[in-house]
């Protein structure tokens, strides 16, 4: 049995031999196709970048374009042994010698039979050049490249970079030296813009040479170009509020009340896009982070400021709602409210109603309706639901929480809960939180919010989540939750005193904003000066115009700026008057805010 | 000279087949320098490159075969189940310890070297192997046996499957050589080449021709067993002819059945006459016969379910393109495609030594590991080939032969395992490279980069070649060869 079964197992080991020699014997000597295939010879996956997809403005001028580039590639073992003019490929690509040599190093030292980039971003003209000489192991890859043509919106924009290896290593779409967008409208829609990469399968012969596309392209995928994404941005009022906005930190964001498009947003300092691209890049960047005003933090989304007074709006809009304040309800002030701490108000006459309190910014009358408002017994008083009916009031104007626009990066500020308070002090009322009546204290809000803000009374109690994307290419609509009005807690009917306190800001003797005036406009506005603890006050500017069928709503927040109707109402007034009107008359204005150039020794402090 | 030989129990050392392997080790590293070459490195001989690493690894693994030789094969008997459950406890210690190369948790640094404790395992897993079927009255035709063999089979396969290296566990199908010359029962290889038949035959065929060579097949079979051509063309016949009925019933009655299911139904309705006239003339093949026919039709429905619904789409194109059904140039058909090229513009001579184009230039991915044989075909051709071919099977067929002229079983199934373990490694692995067999990351032995392996082989053929020399003389079969 035994030897018998060895006797089989010895034929089954030759046989799978025998096998093995037939397959060799086929592959080797009988089909001549592996051998075509070998001299022919071997495939060479060559990815192709699409353009990236065009950034247009609400009227269809380019905000961000897509032009050629090429990046130079080397192959280093295809390169001649008898070596090439390197000089005249250092002139031509537009680099030293020294670069050229030090990049074919690195190339080499990656490897000898894969390519590797060896210049980037090559114009069209170096590439036609390169062309005409013969430069055996080299070749151009077509890639693009961003340009700003306004070179304005940095921030809302974002930039481009090439992706780090955790982007790789996460997401296979990308290898390396492609791009991806890291900010703003290029990171919020890369999946959009970026397009789909395509592939080409040639056949190279051993030295490197193109023989040929294989298999008639049957194998080739085209790349498809990024979608275009038309922005709800005014360019023209977008350039001429960054320039208003120079020599001062801050933010403007202006919205159209009726679609929460988002006209114009303005971080500043801002930056030359054009300098985030090409080859300075790098060192631009490193520029920018060292910046100790961080032009590269975009402040219309992400900072957190107090909003001043432009927050009593809110308070006078719950007040009348919760029936604790009435249009005509008339409250004293001497120089300020005089319970417990205490709350100073410049000097006016007194006492003074709604309306003529909201003109005039006083901080007595919006105490008093603030603590009645917390304290309303209906509501069981502060510490027995009183404070969240309030929270979920203001919580309804878009405050406490992220709006869900379209910049990723948007931070939703601070509402401060009863348990935050409850966590503070052991014991604690309305004149605890006396401060917030006024816009100050623990609230925090983003530039956007307080625009949203205006946008809500504007539209007399609700908002569209306010976005910057009007139009993708292909694309019937954006995505459902920009269509949707969101209401507030606070009664349409609610709105019209306090707006016609805002109108008075601008129109009124009493009024704290006569300086935004203009003839015809109808603005309503409301002041804010808010306090903050590294130093000066913030001036800030929150309006919208005409009163009637209101087309802009806008809010200015200018760092340290003082009054708010010293910097913030000029520039939002201007920008109104250039929407609505198409010009400014007013150069003089326009002159003296653009020459205003405001100290931050708390920023230069920073600098190490 | 000859009484230190003696001493050392040498003079009956298998030279010839030590002769072999070191042959097949040199000839291993020429091809692993090829692979390694290039012709920008133009530096001389570096140890730090993977020809001198391999270098290296030759001489280690030369010191331990002197010292394997040395060693008194009694150690071996002894030591077989300490050593197989110490590299069990290795093994699950790299589970939890060891380092993930190529989605494989199955390496173990120590120090500046990295092990791979499958390719011991191995080792380990032949020596206890040998001591539990050499033990007194073990038999694998009792059911205690057959649960123990696959005990020491399962544990390692199952741990080596958790640290997800599939290639190292299916080596462990290379003890169905030993076990088949032990006596294992025949209709288990049978059951075998079925099931990859119908496997393979069910992607190459039309449902309905895999179908008529089944019948045909269990037909012929049984017809072959008990001799009864007139009952078997009456089953033949009649199921043709109730197919044909079926179908046409079905066409008319608008049921949508296809031939393929009416011809198997007529061949199962066959099977009642059929089972009876079994049961009238005491025919017990018939029986088994009608089962496995029955569990042939069951495990391509089963192929063909699970293919379609739980197979991953990357794991149906590898096996699509293994049977040559469809070729993704770019996905996985990539190495074997370039493999192919690389072997066959060899040609009969092949390109010479360092002249290959096809394995110098990066064109096949883990070329001086899984893919050394790609080196072989295409820069010493045919020719070249069929040599190492030659070697292997040469040693593969000395290493059968040596255990049977043990007098002890322990012995024997040693040399066998040994023997399956490299048959299988050479057979998947050139196998893998001219596209017969799937992509299974296994090296070939003495040839494939890498420390561990060459220094488990070489272990694994040394104490063979051991156990060889110290074969006892009473009963004098034994002749020096």
């Known amino acids: 049995m035994s030897s018998h079964r060895s006797d089989i197992l010895k034929w089954f080991v030759i046989g799978l031999f025998v ?39 609400r009227n269809g001028e380019f905000l961000a374009q897509s032009v050629a580039s090429y990046d130079l590639m080397v192959v280093p073992r295809n390169i001649p042994k008898t070596g090439f003019d390197t000089v005249a490929l250092a002139r031509i690509a ?45 070749y151009t890859l077509f890639r693009t490249q961003r340009s700003y043509p306004r070179k304005i919106a940095g921030n809302l924009l974002g930039y481009i970079g090439q992706v780090s290896d955790k982007i790789i290593d996460r997401n296979p779409y990308y290898s390396r030296g492609d791009y991806i967008g890291y900010s703003g409208i290029e990171s919020a829609y890369e999946e959009l813009l970026r397009g789909e990469k395509g592939e080409k399968v040639s056949v190279v012969d051993v030295r490197g040479t193109i023989k040929g596309s294989y298999q008639e392209g049957h194998y080739d995928k085209a790349p498809v170009a990024g979608t275009p994404i038309t922005t709800t941005i005014d360019a023209p009022l977008q350039e001429f509020a960054e320039r208003l906005m120079k020599g001062k930190v801050g933010s403007v964001i202006a919205i159209e009340p009726s679609t929460g498009e988002i006209l114009v947003m303005v971080s500043s300092p801002t930056y030359d896009p054009d300098d985030l691209m090409g080859r300075d890049r790098g060192n631009n960047y490193v520029k920018m982070l060292e910046n100790p005003r961080q032009p590269l933090f975009n402040r219309a989304v992400m900072s957190s400021y107090p909003p001043g007074s432009t927050f009593k709006l809110v308070n006078g809009l719950i007040g009348l709602q919760e029936g604790v304040v009435t249009a005509s309800r008339r409250y004293p002030c001497e120089n300020g409210y005089k319970v417990g701490r205490g709350v100073k108000c410049h000097s006016h006459r007194s006492p003074l109603n709604l309306k003529e309190a909201t003109a005039n910014s006083c901080n007595a009358y919006f105490c008093y309706v603030f603590r009645d408002i917390l304290d309303n017994p209906s509501r069981g008083g502060i510490c027995n639901g009183g404070y969240e009916n309030w929270a979920k009031y203001v919580e309804s104007f878009g405050f406490g929480k992220k709006l869900g626009s379209d910049f990723a990066s948007e ?115 409301k002041t804010g000066t808010a306090q903050n603890p590294h130093g000066k006050d913030h001036s800030t500017f929150l309006a919208f115009a005409p009163k009637e069928d209101p087309q802009i709503a806008i809010s200015v927040y200018v760092e340290n700026g003082g009054f708010g109707s010293s910097v913030a109402a000029p520039i939002a007034s201007l920008l109104i008057e250039q929407y609505i009107n198409g010009k400014v008359e007013r150069p003089e204005l326009v002159e003296y805010i653009e020459k205003m150039e405001i100290a931050y020794p708390n920023y230069e402090k920073r600098k190490r | 000279m000859r009484s230190v030989n003696d001493k050392l129990g040498w003079t009956r050392i298998d030279w010839k087949t030590i002769l072999v392997f070191v042959l097949l080790v040199f000839i291993g590293w020429l091809n692993i320098y090829a692979a390694v070459y290039n012709e920008a490195l133009t530096g001389g001989f570096a140890l730090s490159s993977r020809y001198g690493m391999q270098l290296l690894w030759i001489g280690i693994s030369a010191i331990v075969a002197i010292v394997i030789l040395l060693i008194d094969d009694i150690y071996y008997h002894l030591l077989a189940y300490p050593f197989y459950g110490l590299m069990l406890v290795v093994l699950v210690l790299t589970l939890f310890v060891g380092k993930e190369v190529n989605g494989a948790k199955s390496w173990l640094a120590l120090g500046p070297v990295a092990i791979q404790p499958a390719e011991f395992m191995k080792l380990a897993t032949a020596l206890a192997l040998a001591r539990f079927m050499s033990e007194y009255n073990f038999s694998l035709h009792n059911p205690k046996g057959v649960v123990g063999v696959g005990a020491l089979l399962l544990v390692p396969i199952l741990v080596i499957l958790m640290q997800n290296d599939t290639g190292s566990a299916m080596v462990y199908c290379s003890f169905l050589v030993v076990l088949y010359r032990e006596g294992l029962n025949s209709w288990v290889y049978y059951a075998i080449f079925l099931i990859v038949g119908l496997f393979v035959g069910s992607f190459l065929l039309s449902p309905t021709a895999l179908l008529i060579a089944l019948i045909v097949l269990f037909v012929v079979s049984q017809l ?258």
């Open chain 1, 94 to 138: 537009g680099v030293s010698v020294e670069q050229l040599a030090k990049s074919l190093r690195s190339a080499k030292s990656y490897s000898s039979s894969r390519a590797s980039v060896v210049v980037r971003q090559m114009t069209t003209e170096a590439k036609l050049l390169f062309d005409e000489g013969n430069f055996d192991g080299f």
């Open chain 1, 19 to 57: 096998v093995l020699g037939l397959r060799l014997f086929h592959i080797q000597i009988i089909d001549r196709s592996y051998r075509d295939a070998a001299e022919n010879n071997v495939l060479r996956y060559e990815v192709q970048h699409p353009p990236r997809g065009e950034i247009y403005d």
């Open chain 2, 224 to 481: 072959l067993s008990n001799r009864n051509p007139k009952e078997s063309a009456i089953y033949v016949a009649g199921s043709g002819l109730l197919s044909l009925v079926i179908y046409a019933i079905s066409w008319f009655a608008g049921w949508g059945m296809d031939y393929h299911g009416s011809l198997l139904t007529a061949s199962l309705v066959m099977l009642i006459p059929a089972l009876l006239y079994a049961y009238r003339h005491k025919l017990s093949t018939i029986y088994l016969f009608a089962l496995m026919y029955g569990g042939a039709n069951l495990f391509l429905g089963a192929v063909d379910y699970v293919f379609n619904n739980i197979l991953l789409l990357h794991q149906r194109k590898r096996i699509l393109d293994l049977l040559g059904l469809e070729s993704d140039l770019r996905g996985w058909g990539y190495n074997v495609h370039q493999s192919k090229i690389a072997i066959g513009s060899g040609g009969f001579s092949g390109k010479g030594f360092l002249e290959g184009t096809q394995t110098k230039y990066d064109f096949i991915p883990e070329q001086s590991t899984d893919f050394i044989f790609c080196t072989v075909g295409e820069e010493w051709g045919f020719l070249g080939a069929v040599v190492v071919l030659t070697l292997f099977a040469v040693l593969i067929i000395r290493l059968m032969k040596m255990g049977e002229r043990q007098q002890e079983p322990f012995r024997r199934v040693y040399c066998y395992g040994v023997a399956g373990v490299f048959l299988f490694h050479v057979i998947i692995n050139i196998g893998m490279t001219i596209g017969l067999m799937p992509v299974i990351g296994i090296p070939l032995p003495m040839f494939s980069y890498g420390g561990s392996s060459l220094l488990a082989f070489t272990v694994l053929f040394f104490i063979a070649v051991r156990l060889d020399s110290q074969n006892s003389a009473i009963g004098a079969t034994y002749k020096p060869y």
């Open chain 1, 411 to 525: 931070r939703g500020g601070f509402v401060p809960t009863a348990d935050f308070y409850d966590d503070y002090y052991p014991k604690w009322n309305s004149l605890t939180v006396i401060s917030m009546a006024i816009g100050q204290g623990e609230l925090g809000c983003s530039p956007l919010q307080m625009a949203n803000l205006a946008a809500t009374i504007a539209n007399r109690g609700y908002y569209y989540i306010p976005h910057v994307v009007k139009h993708i290419e292909g694309r019937d609509s954006l995505d459902s939750r920009f269509y949707e009005r969101h209401y507030t807690m606070v009664e349409s009917k609610h709105y019209d005193p306090i707006i016609d306190g805002m109108w008075g800001t601008v129109h009124r003797e009493i009024g704290t904003a006569g300086v935004a005036y203009v003839k015809g406009l109808d603005i309503c506005g």
